[in-house]
């Protein structure tokens, strides 16, 4: 289960309604992964691994429930760290990226009317640091891989079917 996406992600159309959906996932949890839970939203399930066994990098698979006009469920599932840990990464990603293009900017303008170009140094800097953290990132998703095919293969017990992950 790798993947070089920092979200992992599939989608899959069963022939189920969303409200058997949630049934099969809720019997299966209770009976196959002890101690998992889910929690339940209003078209979206989330699927977590038991608070005893978390640690900073433990993953959830979000589940989105969309009925099909054949009366079936396309279901949209996304592998990511909890909430915190992708705030964290988000706003992460948007200061590095902000800032980034800023300096950038600004360096090449400096560059363009032959001033000294230190602006290209900070860009460099966030460049690495963007690289930074999708190489913590893919270190993270490796150290919770064992709980994201825990969470996998909960989930296809549950529908009954295979799923690839892309």
């Given at each position: 289960?790798?993947?070089?996406?920092?979200?992992?992600?599939?989608?899959?159309?069963?022939?189920?309604?969303?409200?058997?959906?949630?049934?099969?996932?809720?019997?299966?949890i209770?009976?196959?992964?002890?101690?998992?839970?889910?929690?339940?939203?209003?078209?979206?399930?989330?699927?977590?691994?038991?608070?005893?066994?978390?640690?900073?990098?433990?993953?959830?698979l979000?589940?989105?429930?969309?009925?099909?006009?054949?009366?079936?469920?396309?279901?949209?599932?996304?592998?990511?760290?909890?909430?915190?840990?992708?705030?964290?990464?988000?706003?992460?990603?948007?200061?590095?990226?902000?800032?980034?293009?800023?300096?950038?900017?600004?360096?090449?303008?400096?560059?363009?009317?032959?001033?000294?170009?230190?602006?290209?140094?900070?860009?460099?800097?966030?460049?690495?640091?963007?690289?930074?953290?999708?190489?913590?990132?893919?270190?993270?998703?490796?150290?919770?891989?064992?709980q994201?095919?825990?969470?996998?293969?909960?989930?296809?017990?549950?529908?009954?079917?295979?799923?690839?992950?892309?």
């Amino acid at each position: 289960m790798s993947s070089f996406r920092v979200r992992p992600r599939f989608t899959q159309t069963v022939p189920l309604a969303p409200e058997e959906v949630e049934e099969r996932l809720s019997h299966t949890i209770r009976e196959r992964c002890r101690g998992c839970y889910l929690m339940r939203f209003p078209g979206y399930l989330t699927l977590r691994i038991p608070d005893d066994q978390q640690h900073f990098w433990s993953p959830q698979l979000t589940l989105s429930l969309d009925p099909e006009d054949d009366g079936g469920t396309r279901i949209s599932g996304i592998y990511g760290p909890r909430t915190n840990v992708w705030s964290m990464f988000l706003y992460g990603y948007l200061i590095v990226g902000v800032l980034g293009t800023f300096t950038g900017i600004f360096g090449i303008a400096q560059w363009v009317v032959g001033a000294a170009a230190w602006g290209l140094i900070p860009f460099a800097i966030f460049l690495i640091l963007a690289a930074g953290l999708y190489i913590l990132a893919q270190f993270g998703q490796k150290l919770g891989a064992r709980q994201t095919y825990t969470l996998h293969l909960a989930y296809e017990s549950a529908i009954g079917e295979t799923v690839a992950i892309h």
